[in-house]
T-cell receptor
Framework: DTGVSQDPRHKITKRGQNVTFRCDPISEHNRLYWYRQTLGQGPEFLTYFQNEAQLEKSRLLSDRFSAERPKGSFSTLEIQRTEQGDSAMYLC???????????????FGSGTQLSVL | RKEVEQDPGPFNVPEGATVAFNCTYSNSASQSFFWYRQDCRKEPKLLMSVYSSGNEDGRFTAQLNRASQYISLLIRDSKLSDSATYLCVVNTGGGADGLTFGKGTHLIIQP
């Protein structure tokens, strides 16, 4: 098992373009999370899947953002009509936790660094 | 008041010294607590959970003070490789978005 993998590592795009990122969690981890992190800040929660079901979305997540996890394995995060404010590191994490969410321990991928010009 | 607050630092500490930093949280219903470590341009990695009775892992000791709503991390005999940002994480139990990260404390160990 090689851990959580994310692709691409870096993405440069022009404002208004759509981008899609992929995350492959650790095998058999049923929970998958997307976070966003900007310089000097901690990771900020975006959305969360339990298997293929998207259970929660941050109130901060605009309609331009959509995430899927169609077969309960890998996930994609799409940003439509990108804006300069979308520039950030997008982190994916997975968790093996099957019990209470309060015991969540996250395993992060290396992230996708998005730059919107 | 922010949910999870940390002194951003940087803390500049000579190698071999002991360093400690705190993290305060605002939600008294918070149920679990963690320290994550993040190296420059890398992903966060779980360092340790924080238990009510306090816990130790090698040179690292974590403590929780529920009355004053803070957790602490103490590093003894600091190594150059301890240089990183330490993120405090608090879970309020309100679902996945109840897992809140602090901004992190930047630690620099100097030779």
């Amino acid at each position: 098992d090689t851990g959580v993998s994310q692709d691409p590592r870096h993405k440069i795009t022009k404002r208004g373009q759509n981008v899609t990122f992929r995350c492959d969690p650790i095998s058999e981890h049923n929970r998958l999370y997307w976070y966003r992190q900007t310089l000097g800040q901690g990771p900020e929660f975006l959305t969360y899947f339990q298997n293929e079901a998207q259970l929660e979305k941050s109130r901060l997540l605009s309609d331009r953002f959509s995430a899927e996890r169609p077969k309960g394995s890998f996930s994609t995060l799409e940003i439509q009509r990108t804006e300069q404010g979308d520039s950030a590191m997008y982190l994916c994490a997975s968790s093996p936790t099957r019990g209470l969410a309060t015991n969540e321990k996250l395993f992060f991928g290396s992230g996708t660094q998005l730059s919107v010009l | 008041r922010k949910e999870v607050e940390q002194d951003p630092g940087p803390f500049n500490v000579p190698e071999g010294a002991t360093v400690a930093f705190n993290c305060t949280y605002s939600n008294s219903a918070s149920q679990s607590f963690f320290w994550y470590r993040q190296d420059c341009r890398k992903e966060p990695k779980l360092l340790m959970s924080v238990y009510s009775s306090g816990n130790e892992d090698g040179r690292f000791t974590a403590q929780l003070n529920r009355a004053s709503q803070y957790i602490s991390l103490l590093i003894r005999d600091s190594k150059l490789s301890d240089s990183a940002t330490y993120l405090c994480v608090v879970n309020t139990g309100g679902g996945a978005d109840g897992l809140t990260f602090g901004k992190g404390t930047h630690l620099i160990i100097q030779p």
